[in-house]
């Protein structure tokens, strides 16, 4: 149930991004479309060419996002063809040289869409082939010369920017992971016992609703056992309470032991804790009620310095149609209750 939640969490994660991803192909492709008809006022038709190009494959990333659920590829195209864009409009200058003024998009789109440490790395590289670019025109034989003030600046504001998107991308991860401890935290609170760590009561009422509706479903049969201590009373007044929360845990441990994978155990109160047991009808209840309860007759408990043993009582029902959970765990304490009567350590009713 816990992993139910953390992966809503994370789906709901990853349908942000793929929100995301789409958005900014759509801004990319309006953008470059934008653009592309200002170069072609100005007769820059290389210009046009490469922003018109730019903006079908925008368009195509953001289709493959929406129709396709392809966030991992769409965002691939995105960032790769960002990066070929700004690179080109470096090499270039773009519209009077203003070119290189949109590369401030790259550092918050790297660290978003390719997480921290890859979109550093994305960010370092594109660092060094932009420095090239422009510090060193005539390796690639650029064709555009910046004064060098503005280079300078260009790089130092694209430094300061990348380290506050990392920053802030660092922020939003450890929150999301944060998010995903608390929801286990909570989800542990809510739904386990402290000191036995098994399910609590609220939890395996969740689950008998759970059972019921699958008996409704697919009459898939399932039984409860209601156990309970026996003289649990003399424990806590011969040992002291401590000791009493020690046997108590002694005894949630050996029923997660005993407990099939299928199958719950919870502290359905103080000494009382309750089996449901899935896919289970009332003989076969019978038997696993028996197993367990012999198991902790036998067991030793260490308490200060002697080992001391327990039994504990037994009540057991098979889930019927048209019965609501209340009445089914009535029955079980009825037979719960005749166990103490005929004398404690036994399970009630008998296999026919
Ligand atoms: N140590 C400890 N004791 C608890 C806890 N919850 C309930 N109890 C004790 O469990 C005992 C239950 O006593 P009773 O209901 O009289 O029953 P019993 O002594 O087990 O006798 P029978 O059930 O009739 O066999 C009480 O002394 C409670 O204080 C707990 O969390 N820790």
């Not at 129709?67 to 990066?83: C, D, E, M, P, V």
């Not at 998009?105 to 660290?111: A, E, H, L, Q, W």
């Not at 060098?148 to 130092?156: A, C, M, N």
């Not at 719950?264 to 896919?279: A, M, N």
Request: net charge neutral; charged share 20%.
């Amino acid at each position: 149930m816990n992993n139910k939640l953390n992966s809503k969490i994370q789906s709901f994660g990853e349908l942000q991004q793929s929100r995301v991803i789409s958005l900014f192909s759509l801004i990319g492709m309006s953008i470059t479309a934008v653009m592309s008809i200002f170069a072609l006022f100005q007769s820059s038709l290389t210009l046009f060419a490469a922003l018109s190009i730019s903006s079908c494959i925008f368009f195509a990333a953001f289709c493959m996002v929406k129709w396709r659920s392809q966030t991992k590829l769409s965002s691939f195209i995105i960032i790769y063809l960002l990066y070929i864009l700004m690179f080109y409009l470096i090499y270039t200058g773009g519209v009077e040289q203003t070119g290189p003024l949109w590369i401030f998009i790259v550092p918050p789109v790297s660290v978003y869409v390719h997480g921290l440490k890859q979109g550093s790395i994305n960010i370092a590289l594109f660092v060094f082939i932009t420095w090239i670019l422009m510090f060193n025109p005539e390796w690639v034989t650029g064709q555009t010369i910046y004064a060098h003030e503005f280079k300078l600046r260009l790089f130092y504001s694209f430094i300061t920017i990348s380290f506050l998107s990392a920053l802030y991308e660092y922020s939003r991860t450890q929150l999301y992971h944060h998010a995903i401890e608390l929801n286990s935290k909570l989800h542990k609170l809510a739904h386990f016992d402290e000191l036995t760590e098994l399910r609590n009561r609220r939890s395996a009422q969740i689950i008998l609703e759970q059972q019921v509706s699958d008996f409704k479903e697919h009459k898939t049969p399932f039984s409860v056992l209601l156990c309970d201590l026996d003289y649990f009373k003399q424990v806590n007044d011969k040992y002291g309470h401590n000791m009493g929360d020690k046997v108590l845990t002694e005894i949630a441990k050996l029923f997660r032991h005993n407990l099939r994978e299928t199958d719950y155990v919870s502290r359905w109160g103080g000494e009382e804790f309750l089996f449901i047991l899935t896919d289970t009808d009332f003989n076969e209840a019978y038997d696993i009620a028996e197993r367990i309860r012999t198991a902790v007759s036998q067991q030793e408990i260490a308490l200060m310095d002697q080992d001391i043993k327990v039994t504990m009582s037994v009540g057991v029902q098979e889930y019927q149609s048209d019965m609501s959970i209340d009445q089914m765990i009535n029955l079980a304490d009825k037979y719960l209750y005749e166990a103490k009567r005929n004398g404690r350590n036994r399970v009630l009713p008998h296999q026919q």
